[in-house]
């Protein structure tokens, strides 16, 4: 990696480029582009040359809410070389590097790979892998089975399952996990998942390779372990680019960019060049000066007017060349969907306590239910004040507690294997329709489940199946609009804690503005105008209907506060309540969006 002055001369680094590509570097096999069948396929924009792998940025910077916290630089890294990034804490080593992996636009300047022009990327790019700190793997499934389903995600459309299944295998073999193959990813060590992470991304042979902090919270060890494995990938033709704040790693580094705090350029190049230039022994004590001696303005002054800067300065790099578009076929949506719809039953089968969650709860609201109200309460002639209402009241609202619940922790506990699999080209539509799909099937179970043992106990009256019909029809409805408004929450807060806290937020509402503990016609304005809104309302409309609870009004007195609320038929209700489910879909789907798009926060 090299700091370049944006005055020197363009013909020195483009004959240096054109001279590297006569210099082919040596890949191993497994590192080859995916193949189909007999055909190579490549999954870059162009067909892999010697000097595949190349990074400038071109005076770059980045400021965030008009605080600068990056400052104009220019770097480049050469195919094949191992790179760190290092400084302490607020040092803008992640904004960097998530610049130079086309992550997220620079405010100025621009980057290149191979010489073309990269915005932040919208669309898949197999030839880049990017690693965050975070698990970007499922942690219920057995290594093998999460690489699989990662495989069929990112490799081109057409793709056998036998060469999917080959090279999952050569990636673990190569990542020394095969004897991993069947263990949980949860029950791995923390060295052996920051593997797994890596084997997620190199399923796709990148030949840009970008990672953050791949040795955050790895004992000395395991930390070593894999540096020596991104060392190696480098010795095989793969430009590596990693953030640190360790300097135990950076010796097995071609290069370390050290950065001052706020994002100024302190230093680039070899580890032996930095102790020479820091004068110290030990690259932990760099550390120490950046942060106690001079301005950060000052050390970005000093290294520009250095000899190690002036004596390593290469020509600027190449004229841009022009964007190509890939002609690799991609996983189709329905593709998608249907694979990530197998994927979330897997996961959940093998999660035993959310299983347990999901089934249990419906078991347990029932029971209470059950307990809670009489047997005869639809008996016109000694029905209690009120008691079918809110009989009905409460099953249209334990159809709403149902879906809310198992929607809530979907997105949020994944949310950076979902932006990782986006940047692979993951439709965000086919994500939202799998988690909607998978476990619209067990809330029809539970709704069935609820409404077959009240009426088996007497609970609910003895009315045709056709109307029994009816209301498993509007439970199910509503049921599904409250999944995917958990679906909105879940996509739109940060953690779970953050999900837990909306549940209350989000069932308060429907409790006192669903129409059944104060009626409707008793509400003042602006709670009628809320009750509109909120699909408890309906359902519960709907579901009174069915029942013909206008009936009672005529023997149970209390009955008549509710007007003209069981008058009429479903179809409005029923309306409303699609309507819902399609709307917050919409709006979950516009959310992730946003949050996935380049330049996004990744909290």
Same mark, same amino acid.
């Given at each position: 990696?090299?700091r370049?002055?944006?005055?020197?001369?363009?013909?020195?680094?483009?004959?240096?480029?054109?001279?590297?590509?006569?210099s082919?570097?040596?890949?191993?096999? !497994?590192?080859?582009?995916?193949?189909?069948?007999?055909?190579?396929?490549?999954l870059?924009?162009?067909?892999?040359?010697?000097?595949? %792998?190349r990074?400038?940025a071109?005076?770059?910077?980045?400021?965030v809410?008009?605080?600068?916290?990056?400052?104009e630089l220019?770097?480049?890294?050469?195919?094949?070389?191992?790179?760190?990034?290092?400084?302490g804490?607020?040092?803008?080593?992640?904004?960097? &590097?998530?610049?130079?992996?086309g992550?997220?636009p620079p405010?100025a300047?621009?980057v290149?790979?191979?010489?073309?022009?990269?915005g932040?990327?919208?669309v898949?790019?197999?030839r880049?892998?990017?690693?965050?700190?975070?698990?970007?793997?499922?942690?219920e499934?057995?290594l093998?089975?999460?690489?699989r389903y !990662?495989?069929?995600?990112?490799l081109?459309?057409?793709?056998?399952?036998a060469?999917?299944?080959r090279?999952?295998?050569?990636?673990?073999?190569?990542l020394? &996990?095969?004897?991993?193959a069947?263990v949980p990813?949860r029950?791995?060590?923390?060295?052996?998942r920051?593997r797994?992470?890596i084997?997620?991304?190199?399923?796709?042979r990148?030949?840009?390779?970008?990672?953050d902090?791949?040795?955050?919270?790895?004992?000395?060890?395991?930390?070593?372990?894999?540096?020596?494995?991104?060392?190696?990938?480098?010795?095989?033709?793969?430009?590596?680019?990693?953030?640190?704040?360790?300097p135990a790693?950076?010796?097995?580094?071609d290069?370390?960019?050290?950065?001052?705090r706020?994002?100024?350029l302190?230093?680039t190049?070899?580890?032996t060049?930095?102790r020479?230039?820091?004068g110290?022994?030990?690259?932990?004590?760099v550390?120490?000066?950046?942060?106690?001696?001079?301005t950060?303005q000052i050390?970005?002054?000093r290294?520009a007017?250095?000899?190690?800067?002036?004596?390593?300065?290469p020509?600027?790099?190449?004229?841009?060349?022009?964007a190509?578009?890939s002609d690799?076929?991609?996983t189709g949506?329905?593709?998608?969907?249907?694979?990530l719809?197998?994927?979330?039953?897997?996961?959940?089968?093998r999660n035993?306590?959310?299983?347990?969650?999901?089934?249990g709860?419906?078991?347990l609201?029932t029971?209470?239910?059950?307990?809670?109200?009489?047997?005869g309460?639809?008996d016109?002639r000694s029905?209690a004040d &009120? %008691?079918?209402?809110?009989i009905v009241?409460?099953i249209?609202?334990?159809?709403?507690?149902?879906?809310?619940?198992?929607?809530?922790?979907?997105?949020v506990g994944?949310? !950076?294997?979902f932006?990782q699999e986006?940047l692979?080209?993951?439709?965000v539509?086919a994500?939202v329709?799998?988690?909607?799909? !998978?476990?619209?099937?067990?809330l029809?179970?539970?709704?069935?489940?609820?409404?077959?043992?009240?009426?088996?106990l007497?609970?609910?009256?003895?009315?045709?199946?056709h109307?029994?019909?009816?209301?498993?029809?509007?439970?199910?409805i509503?049921?599904?609009s409250?999944l995917?408004l958990?679906?909105?929450?879940?996509?739109?807060v940060?953690?779970?804690a953050?999900?837990? &806290?909306?549940l209350?937020?989000?069932?308060?509402?429907?409790?006192?503005f669903?129409?059944?503990?104060?009626?409707v016609?008793?509400?003042?304005v602006p709670?009628?105008l809320m009750s509109l809104?909120l699909?408890?309302?309906h359902a519960?409309e709907?579901l009174?209907?069915?029942?013909?609870?206008d009936?009672?009004?005529?023997?149970?007195p209390a009955?008549?506060?509710?007007?003209?609320?069981?008058?009429?038929?479903t179809?409005?209700?029923l309306?409303?309540?699609?309507?819902?489910?399609?709307?917050?879909?919409l709006?979950?789907?516009?959310?992730?969006?946003?949050?996935?798009?380049?330049?996004?926060?990744?909290?």
């Amino acid at each position: 990696m090299r700091r370049r002055n944006r005055r020197t001369d363009d013909q020195g680094m483009t004959k240096r480029v054109q001279e590297s590509r006569k210099s082919p570097v040596t890949t191993e096999s !497994a590192f080859e582009p995916p193949t189909v069948g007999r055909v190579g396929i490549c999954l870059s924009d162009h067909a892999p040359e010697a000097a595949d %792998g190349r990074v400038d940025a071109v005076d770059v910077s980045r400021s965030v809410g008009g605080r600068q916290i990056l400052q104009e630089l220019s770097l480049s890294v050469e195919p094949g070389e191992l790179v760190a990034i290092a400084g302490g804490s607020g040092a803008g080593k992640s904004t960097l &590097l998530e610049i130079l992996a086309g992550l997220q636009p620079p405010s100025a300047g621009e980057v290149r790979h191979d010489g073309v022009v990269r915005g932040a990327r919208v669309v898949a790019d197999s030839r880049i892998g990017y690693v965050p700190q975070d698990d970007i793997i499922h942690l219920e499934m057995p290594l093998r089975r999460t690489l699989r389903y !990662a495989a069929r995600l990112r490799l081109p459309a057409g793709t056998s399952a036998a060469e999917a299944d080959r090279i999952v295998d050569e990636t673990m073999q190569d990542l020394d &996990l095969a004897d991993r193959a069947e263990v949980p990813v949860r029950a791995l060590s923390g060295g052996q998942r920051k593997r797994a992470s890596i084997a997620v991304e190199l399923l796709t042979r990148p030949r840009l390779f970008f990672l953050d902090e791949p040795t955050s919270g790895l004992d000395p060890s395991t930390a070593a372990d894999v540096m020596r494995l991104l060392h190696r990938l480098s010795r095989r033709g793969v430009t590596v680019v990693l953030t640190t704040h360790e300097p135990a790693g950076i010796d097995r580094c071609d290069r370390v960019v050290f950065l001052a705090r706020d994002g100024h350029l302190a230093f680039t190049g070899s580890p032996t060049e930095a102790r020479r230039y820091f004068g110290v022994e030990d690259l932990a004590e760099v550390y120490d000066r950046l942060a106690r001696e001079h301005t950060p303005q000052i050390w970005a002054e000093r290294f520009a007017d250095s000899s190690e800067n002036s004596d390593a300065r290469p020509g600027s790099a190449p004229p841009p060349l022009p964007a190509t578009r890939s002609d690799v076929k991609r996983t189709g949506m329905v593709q998608q969907w249907w694979l990530l719809t197998r994927r979330n039953v897997d996961v959940l089968l093998r999660n035993r306590l959310t299983l347990a969650v999901l089934l249990g709860s419906p078991v347990l609201v029932t029971a209470m239910m059950a307990t809670l109200f009489q047997r005869g309460a639809f008996d016109p002639r000694s029905a209690a004040d &009120l %008691g079918p209402a809110q009989i009905v009241f409460w099953i249209a609202f334990a159809g709403f507690f149902f879906g809310l619940t198992y929607g809530l922790l979907q997105i949020v506990g994944e949310m !950076a294997v979902f932006r990782q699999e986006r940047l692979a080209g993951l439709s965000v539509s086919a994500y939202v329709a799998s988690k909607v799909t !998978a476990l619209l099937p067990v809330l029809a179970g539970v709704s069935g489940l609820l409404l077959g043992v009240l009426r088996a106990l007497g609970r609910l009256p003895a009315v045709g199946w056709h109307v029994y019909a009816f209301l498993f029809v509007t439970i199910v409805i509503e049921a599904t609009s409250a999944l995917v408004l958990g679906l909105l929450a879940s996509a739109a807060v940060s953690n779970a804690a953050q999900a837990a &806290l909306a549940l209350p937020m989000l069932c308060f509402p429907q409790v006192l503005f669903g129409g059944a503990i104060v009626p409707v016609d008793e509400m003042a304005v602006p709670g009628r105008l809320m009750s509109l809104g909120l699909s408890n309302r309906h359902a519960f409309e709907a579901l009174g209907r069915d029942l013909d609870l206008d009936r009672y009004s005529a023997t149970v007195p209390a009955m008549s506060a509710y007007g003209d609320t069981f008058r009429g038929g479903t179809g409005g209700s029923l309306l409303a309540l699609a309507s819902f489910a399609v709307g917050l879909t919409l709006a979950t789907v516009w959310v992730l969006d946003r949050r996935s798009r380049p330049g996004a926060s990744r909290r």
